[in-house]
Antibody, heavy 115, light 109 residues
């Protein structure tokens, strides 16, 4: 059974970098594309970007200047970095398997941007 | 990239069928057969219901079906059940991005 688990700080200060990791079990990270999405409290879903096992990435145009997604195949993990965060980046962050449609999701991690 | 347009809410009685629309443009919904639908219960991660407009993943009830006409995709839930009360989101490929609809709250009366 494929499982994804997000980890990282739940509180980040404004202007700092948000860093999250997604650990994948029950599947090889070499098998598919892997994505990050987010959902501000009470709002809808937003696609952040994806990465392939070989490192090919694609990012949302609105976040492209601040986002980096990387993969560590030896640990079966992939990661998200979002620079220069503001309160508008407060959201539940999800990792998911796929690019375009997502058949497995992590439970999500709430990240609050506040001083 | 603008969000896709969904009705804020749709309601129906148990056993009825309801349809949720998802309207985009020729640059997203209308241009590609890459529309997916998700169900999200409060406090839970989204669940994939439909991919590539009308394909259902293994394990998803056949009460859920998807279609597309022009720039509008639709999700139909037949035989509405209490457990279907949730938020529903559409998503489409849009060349340089993937865009979501604003979500539709389904209420079972």
């Amino acid at each position: 059974q494929v499982q994804l688990q997000e980890s990282g700080p739940g509180l980040v200060k404004p202007s700092e970098t948000l860093s999250l990791t997604c650990s994948v079990s029950g599947d090889s990270i070499n098998s598919d594309y892997w994505s990050w999405l987010r959902q501000p409290p009470g709002e809808g879903l937003e696609w952040i970007g994806y990465i392939s096992h070989s490192g090919t990435t694609k990012y949302s145009p609105s976040l492209k200047s601040r986002v980096t997604i990387s993969v560590d195949t030896s640990k079966n993990q992939f990661s998200l970095k979002l620079d220069s965060v503001t309160a508008a980046d407060t959201a539940m962050y999800y990792c998911a398997r796929g690019a375009g449609w997502y058949n497995y999701w992590g439970q999500g991690i709430l990240v609050t941007v506040s001083s | 990239q603008s969000a896709l347009t969904q009705p804020a809410s749709v309601s129906g009685s148990p056993g009825q069928s309801i349809t949720i629309s998802c309207t985009g443009t020729s640059s997203d919904v209308g241009g590609y057969n890459y529309v997916s639908w998700y169900q999200q219960h409060p406090g839970k991660a989204p669940k994939l219901l439909i991919y590539d407009v009308s394909n259902r993943p293994s394990g998803v009830s056949n009460r859920f079906s998807g279609s597309k006409s022009g720039n509008t995709a639709s999700l139909t839930i037949s035989g509405l059940q209490a457990e279907d009360e949730a938020d529903y989101y559409c998503n489409s490929y849009a060349v340089i991005s993937y865009v979501f609809g604003g979500g539709t709250k389904v209420t079972v009366l």
